[in-house]
């Protein structure tokens, strides 16, 4: 995802119904993708990144307050560091991480990852090793999830069968 991207801030709408819909069943991962022609994007995810180092919650925190309020991004830094002050860090090592080369290493794991599923543009998903690419309805998602757990039935009558045979393939 990438914090400045409109299409990004309509997914996490998405994101939300779909975490309260299947409250426990599913996991959010937040990746980053901050694409070269979002100015702030790049700063927005170290930020993001600071936070997370050192507290999780607070990075989701972070994650929905910038999302809601996706316009005053416009501000770029001034925008960031107003909600970053609001969640009580230690903002000396939280200045420091965001220069740091751990906060830049994973941004950019995150950036290869999209690569390996093709993923080019945002907002990018990955469910179950299912890429989908593109700012879909929670109706989109709910569809492959049923898809995906009809899969997960067969697979496990199938090993069921090779359990009970205590056969194994390689």
């Known amino acids: 995802s990438d914090f400045e991207c409109p299409f990004c801030s309509r997914s996490f709408v998405t994101t939300e119904k779909l975490m309260e819909k299947y409250k426990g069943k599913i996991k959010f991962i937040y990746k980053h993708l901050p694409l070269s022609f979002h100015k702030n994007a790049m700063i927005a995810a170290k930020y993001y990144e600071g936070v997370r180092l050192q507290s999780t919650k607070l990075a989701f925190k972070f994650h929905d307050e910038v999302f809601r309020n996706q316009r005053e991004l416009k501000k770029g830094e001034v925008f960031l560091k107003k909600i970053v002050e609001n969640l009580n860090l230690d903002m000396k090592k939280f200045e420091k991480d965001i220069q740091s080369e751990t906060v830049l290493k994973r941004i950019n794991e995150d950036i290869e990852e999209a690569k390996r599923f093709n993923i080019q543009g945002t907002p990018g998903f990955v469910l179950n090793g ?13 569809k492959i999830i049923n898809e995906l757990k009809k899969r997960k039935k067969k697979l496990e009558k199938v090993i069921g069968i090779y359990q009970s045979r205590h056969y194994w393939p390689y």
């Open 130 to 142: 299912v890429p989908i690419k593109g700012a879909y309805p929670i109706e989109h998602f709910v």
